[in-house]
């Protein structure tokens, strides 16, 4: 299991975002590289996007408020 992760890095301080959709559902088979979420921060909305190829499993749910680090989902 792989775990799908809000990258740090693209975070200042307590931001906060909010995850705006999923762009497979859940129980989809995905690939490493593929769009998998979108996220918006206060002035940029950016993609998240699969760290390894299988089921994608959703553990964050559309409209979540997240932080830098969060784990949304995973890949099985």
């Known amino acids: 299991m792989t775990d799908i992760i809000i990258p740090e890095d693209m975070w200042s301080g307590d ?3 909010v ?3 999923w762009t497979f559902e859940n129980g989809a088979t995905v690939r ?3 769009v998998a979420a979108e996220v ?3 002035k940029a909305q950016m993609e ?3 760290p390894a190829s299988g089921v994608l499993r959703q553990m964050a749910r559309e409209e979540d408020v997240l932080r830098g680090g969060a ?3 995973a890949i099985d």
């Open 48 to 50: 998240i996007c699969a």
């Open 71 to 73: 784990v949304i989902g």
């Open 32 to 34: 490493q590289g593929e």
């Open 19 to 21: 995850l705006v959709c």
């Open 40 to 42: 918006a921060l206060e």
């Open 15 to 17: 931001q906060e975002g």
